[in-house]
């Protein structure tokens, strides 16, 4: 029978005990538009979660859609590769 911590230790590895290298933050700084248009959708997508959208509330949403769309394809079309986790 194997232990808790025994399954623990294999899953907490000591190496993500860090911070992050200067690729990640290089890579999370050409996602900051994504990220930034992404969190403008949910915003909007929260907006009518307690009630029903309205006319203006569906012309945010679109255009919140339209902006992570966009921001996907500069990415895409720059080659940046995404970091896991982060805008995707």
């Known amino acids: 029978m194997k232990t808790i911590a ?3 230790a294999v899953v907490t590895a000591v190496g993500f005990d860090r911070e992050p290298t200067l690729a990640e933050l290089d890579a999370i700084e050409q996602e900051m538009p994504l990220i930034r248009a992404e ?3 949910l915003d909007a997508q929260i907006m009518t979660l307690d009630r029903s959208a309205n006319e203006v ?3 945010r949403i ?3 859609r ?3 769309l966009a921001a996907r394809r500069v990415l895409a079309n720059t080659g940046a590769t995404l970091v896991p986790g982060v805008g995707a």
Do not use: C, G, S
Request: glycine share 0%; net charge positive.
């Open 62 to 64: 679109r255009r919140a």
């Open 57 to 59: 509330d569906e012309r």
């Open 6 to 8: 025994a399954l623990q």
């Open 66 to 68: 339209r902006k992570v």
């Open 39 to 41: 969190v403008e959708l």
